[in-house]
C-alpha cells in the first residue's frame, strides 16, 4: 500500500516530467522515497577547486535519506556497501570470491554508493565536502563515510584507478560461461536529495591529451576544464583544479545555479554499472580489473535506458555470472560528455535470472554481447573495443556504431526472422542510433528499436 507521500510525490513527479518520463522514476514513489529538495543558492569561489555551488538548505519534507538498513528493502537478499563489500575504482574478475550467493529468479536490493563527494580530489571526506555545500551530516550517507575513511581492499592511486565504488560480485546459481544473465532493474530509487557533476582534467569529451596538446578537431582554448586551470601533476589531487558541480534536486529535477539564474532538468535514475566478471587474467590473485572501460560483459556501459522497467542481458564468463553494480547516476544526457553523469547513490532492486542457450529466454545477441530492452524497444550495443583494455583501448566510434548496427541486424533477423536486407533498410528508416557515451576509453553506442513496429 502506498503512503501518503509516495502518492503525493508520484502526483508531482508526474505533473514535473511528463508521464512518459515519469515511470523511468516510478521506483522512487513506490517505496515512499522523495524527490523534491530546496532550490538550490549560488556561491562561486576562487578556489583551487572552482565549483559551481548549491545549497542543500536540510533535507526537503517527505523525503527519506536512505541510511544503510533503514527504509523500504524490496528484494529477497539485500547487499550493502559496506567497505570490505566494496571495490573502489576496480570490477571483480572471474577469480573474485562472491559477497552474496543467490538463486535464479530471486531479487535483491544493493545500496550502491556515489564515488563523488568521496574522491581524493574533493578531499575524501564527504561529511565536509557535503557540508560545506549545505548538507547536514544526518543527510551524508553513513556507507559513503565508512568508504572514504577505512577502504583498504585495493591500494587508492587517484591518477590510476577507476573512480567508482562498486558493489558485489552477487553468484548467482546455475549460471555458468556460455549462459546469459538477465538483469531486470525492478527500483533506482535516490538515497539522498543531491548529485554531482564533475569535469577533471585529461578526462571527458573536450580534454587536452596525454602529451599536452589539443586533441582533433578542436584547439587548446577549447579544452574543457581551460588549461590554466590545470594544475597537475602534484602530490594531492585536490589541488589538481577539476571541476564539480553540486547539483540540488528539487520537484524530480536536479537543479543548477549560475549566475542570478538556475537550469532545472529531470531525473531519471539508472546504474551506470551492472556487469558480469570477465577478465580472465592468467594470475588466479588478480581478482580486480580496472573499473573504467565497459567490455562485453558490462560493466560501466552507461546507457540512459537502463532505469527501472529496463533489462539488460549480458554472456556469462565464471561460474555464478559474478554479478555487480556500481557508478549510480540520477540523471545523465547521451554522451556523457563533460564526464560524468549527475552522480548521486541510489538504491537499486533487480531480479536476475540465468537463461540457458536454446531456451529463447534471452535474445540471440546476448550469449555474445550486451543487449537491452525497455518497454518501448529493444537496444543492440555496440563497442569500440570491448576485450577489457586488453593491449590498451580503443576509443573509435565509428567501430562502436557498426558493431551496434550488425548486432541489430543479427537480432532482426535471427530473432525477428526479417531477411538482412530488408533489417538494413529498416534501420536506416526507422531505428535510432545514438552516442551512450564518449569517455569511458572504450566509447559506446546504442540503438532503439521500437516495439510498436512490429505489432502488425
Not at 74 to 83: E, F, I, K, M
Not at 186 to 204: D, F, Q, W
Not at 328 to 349: F, I, N, Q, Y
Request: hydrophobic residues 40%.
Amino acid at each position: 500500500m502506498k503512503s501518503p507521500f509516495a502518492q503525493a510525490a508520484a502526483e508531482t513527479l508526474a505533473k514535473g516530467i511528463g508521464r512518459r518520463d515519469f515511470v523511468r522514476v516510478v521506483a522512487a514513489v513506490s517505496a515512499g522515497a522523495g524527490l523534491t529538495a530546496a532550490g538550490a543558492g549560488c556561491a562561486n569561489h576562487e578556489s583551487v577547486q572552482a565549483e559551481t555551488v548549491g545549497a542543500a538548505g536540510g533535507t526537503p519534507k517527505g523525503f527519506e535519506v536512505l541510511q544503510p538498513g533503514h527504509g523500504s528493502i524490496a528484494g529477497d537478499h539485500y547487499l550493502q556497501s559496506n567497505p570490505d563489500e566494496v571495490l573502489w575504482g576496480y570490477v571483480p574478475t572471474v577469480h573474485a570470491a562472491a559477497s552474496m550467493r543467490m538463486r535464479s529468479g530471486q531479487t535483491i536490493t544493493v545500496d550502491t554508493v556515489s564515488h563523488e563527494g568521496v574522491l581524493e580530489d574533493q578531499g575524501r571526506n564527504p561529511v565536509e565536502y557535503f557540508g560545506g555545500r549545505g548538507v547536514d551530516q544526518s543527510e551524508v550517507l553513513q556507507d559513503a563515510i565508512a568508504v572514504a575513511a577505512d577502504y583498504n581492499r585495493t591500494p587508492r592511486n587517484f591518477d590510476k584507478d577507476g573512480p567508482h565504488v562498486v558493489t558485489g560480485p552477487v553468484f548467482v546459481e546455475g549460471a555458468q560461461p556460455g549462459d546469459v544473465l538477465k538483469i531486470e532493474t525492478l527500483e533506482a530509487i535516490p538515497r539522498v536529495p543531491y548529485g554531482v557533476v564533475s569535469s577533471r582534467h585529461g578526462k571527458g569529451s573536450l580534454a587536452r591529451t596525454a602529451d599536452g596538446g589539443a586533441p582533433d578537431g578542436i584547439s587548446l582554448d577549447e579544452v574543457m576544464p581551460p588549461v590554466a586551470t590545470d594544475r597537475r601533476p602534484g602530490a594531492n589531487p585536490a589541488d589538481y583544479g577539476n571541476v564539480s558541480t553540486f547539483t540540488a534536486v528539487e520537484d524530480g529535477h536536479g537543479v543548477m545555479a549560475y549566475g542570478d539564474a538556475r537550469v532545472r532538468f529531470p531525473l531519471a535514475p539508472f546504474m551506470g554499472i551492472m556487469g558480469v566478471a570477465f577478465s580472465q587474467d592468467r594470475d588466479p590473485t588478480a581478482a580486480t580489473a580496472n573499473s573504467v572501460p565497459p567490455t562485453i560483459a558490462g560493466g560501466n556501459i552507461d546507457i540512459r535506458l537502463l532505469g527501472a522497467g529496463s533489462t539488460l542481458y549480458l554472456p556469462v564468463f565464471a561460474e555464478g555470472a559474478l554479478f555487480y553494480v556500481g557508478d549510480p547516476h540520477m540523471a545523465m544526457g547521451d554522451g556523457e560528455v563533460a564526464l560524468t553523469a549527475m552522480e548521486g547513490s541510489l538504491r537499486g532492486t533487480y531480479r536476475l535470472t540465468v537463461c540457458k542457450p536454446g531456451s529463447g529466454d534471452a535474445p540471440s545477441v546476448a550469449y555474445h554481447y550486451p543487449f537491452a530492452e525497455t518497454s518501448d524497444a529493444w537496444v543492440p550495443i555496440g563497442l569500440s573495443d570491448p576485450d577489457g583494455a586488453i593491449d590498451g583501448n580503443g576509443s573509435d566510434l565509428n567501430i562502436a556504431m557498426r558493431r551496434a548496427v550488425v548486432n541489430a541486424l543479427d537480432f532482426l533477423q535471427n530473432d525477428q526472422g526479417m531477411d538482412r536486407a530488408t533489417a538494413y533498410a529498416y534501420l536506416s528508416a526507422a531505428s535510432d542510433f545514438v552516442i551512450s557515451q564518449v569517455v569511458d576509453r572504450t566509447v559506446g553506442v546504442h540503438g532503439q528499436i521500437y516495439k510498436s513496429h512490429f505489432q502488425g
